[in-house]
């Protein structure tokens, strides 16, 4: 089965891809940040027998962070699968076999569902959380308020449960100098608006849902769908405007002379230049798919190379492979 990088989507030329998170809790069991060792590995099997004994049983692994390298767990957090916290800790999750659900176990809440799908397919990929939400309502006695909706760790999060959210691609946007009033806009409509990587490193960014109570998740869905197209309308538009700009052009094609020969790479110089390349795909100037971006993206992080290659990489020798894996992918 294919990952989320690996097939075009709706917007997939602004929109990386869509992420659903459900949040359920155990009636009557302390949250996690109250629970002990005891506690916390019954939740384990209550919840790994849910899903052991339903007809997902063999699309799952359990896995736990101790028994893992460390690499390991890190490569799973680059790949937004688990927290970086939750990759330090002895922690718990199920993991699909094409990396496409996580559910994790012990977080802030009992059980934490992540569904991903590539480019604006919010809808499907809340369906998928929806109905391995099901599976665990059906096997375990979810605490729940008639008053209120789903209860959760934080207040912030109680009624559906639901995060949803969509990663954007959004070079054109930055280069105007608007993002933090788009921000600022985008909050008084419930939502946030932040950066993806460290100091906003290739101008992805993440659009997240702030309002969970009071609402049903159709509406949650609906709403971010329609401030998500209005964004990318935006962002459409001002990259419009770049095409007409020659120094822009000179620019995109000056960073994929870097790519294809630099023999070194920090994540960040990487992050930056892979996004002016997205945005030449766009602009019509390359024939690269988005799902070769993706997959760059998604598998030449630090943690994820150290653990691909089988061996203790320093950073110097990632920045190393991550040239040598790029140039290799952009000839």
Do not use: W
Not at 45 to 68: G, M, R, Y
Not at 104 to 121: A, P, R, T
Not at 142 to 152: C, E, H, P, R, V
């Amino acid at each position: 089965m294919k990952k989320r990088y690996e097939s075009s989507a709706t917007n997939s030329d602004v929109i990386m891809y869509s992420k659903a998170v459900l949040m359920r809790n155990l009636a009557h069991v302390p949250y996690p940040i109250k629970m002990s060792d005891d506690i916390k590995r019954t939740v384990v099997k209550k919840a790994f027998a849910c899903i052991k004994n339903s007809p997902l049983a063999q699309e799952f692994d359990l896995i736990n962070t101790s028994d893992i390298s460390k690499a390991k767990a890190l490569s799973y957090s680059e790949k937004d699968l688990i927290s970086d916290c939750f990759a330090k800790q002895n922690s718990s999750f199920l993991l699909s076999k094409n990396e496409d659900v996580c559910i994790l176990i012990n977080e802030e809440d009992h059980i934490k569902i992540n569904s991903f799908v590539s480019g604006q397919n919010i809808e499907e990929a809340y369906n998928k959380a929806n109905d391995i939400d099901d599976i665990f309502i059906k096997g375990l006695h979810i605490a729940f308020s008639d008053k209120y909706g789903f209860l959760t760790s934080s207040p912030f999060n109680l009624g559906t449960g639901l995060n949803v959210s969509v990663v954007l691609h959004l070079p054109a946007l930055a280069s105007k100098g608007i993002m933090s009033k788009l921000s600022t806009t985008v909050s008084k409509l419930g939502f946030v608006l932040k950066e993806m990587y460290e100091g906003g490193a290739g101008d992805f960014y993440i659009l997240t849902n702030t309002v969970t109570l009071g609402i049903t998740e159709k509406n949650a869905v609906d709403n971010l769908n329609a401030v998500c197209n209005q964004i990318v309308a935006q962002e459409r538009s001002a990259r419009e405007a770049l095409k007409e700009n020659p120094s822009v052009e000179d620019k995109i094609y000056r960073t994929l002379g870097i790519l294809k020969l630099a023999r070194k790479l920090s994540v960040e110089e990487f992050l930056n230049n892979i996004s002016f390349v997205r945005l030449g795909i766009s602009l019509g100037y390359f024939e690269y798919s988005y799902e070769l971006i993706g997959d760059m993206i998604y598998n030449l992080f630090d943690a994820t190379l150290v653990d691909s290659s089988k061996s203790d990489l320093t950073q110097s020798m990632c920045e190393t492979l991550r040239a040598q894996i790029v140039r290799e992918k952009l000839a």
